[in-house]
């Protein structure tokens, strides 16, 4: 079976860092699936953070450019999301996700980590 687990996630201050893992296991061919960072607050949407191709083009929401980076390792099949200049904006549920199109055309997503930033 396929698992998605994210680690890092925790209480820091504004202006702080934290830097989040997302681990795949069961994945045939992770180095062809996209992999992103999506985070979701209390009674809001869940919306895109970052995104990386399997070349290893990024894309980042215009509120996160600048502070964050998303980076990937196809050897370990794992994904990172560094996060620095912390904002108790970017206060979330992050969730790591995997991304393919045809002909297998799936998509998987992990449990997510708690992300809190105090003012």
């Known amino acids: 079976q396929v698992q998605l687990v994210e680690s890092g996630g925790a209480l820091v201050q504004a202006g702080g860092s934290l830097r989040l893992s997302c681990a795949a296991s069961?994945?045939?061919?992770?180095?062809?699936?996209?992999m992103g960072w999506y985070r979701q607050a209390p009674g809001k949407a869940r919306e895109l953070v970052a995104t990386i191709s399997r070349d290893g083009n990024t894309n980042y929401a215009d509120s996160v450019k600048g502070r964050f980076t998303i980076s990937r390792d196809n050897g370990k099949k794992t994904v990172a999301l560094q996060m620095n200049s912390l904002k108790p904006e970017d206060t979330a549920v992050y969730y790591c996700?995997?991304?393919?199109?045809?002909?297998?055309?799936?998509?998987?997503w992990g449990q997510g980590t708690q992300v809190t930033v105090s003012s």
């Open positions: 069961g994945i045939t061919g992770f180095r062809f699936y996209a």
């Open positions: 996700n995997a991304n393919i199109g045809p002909p297998v055309a799936t998509t998987y």
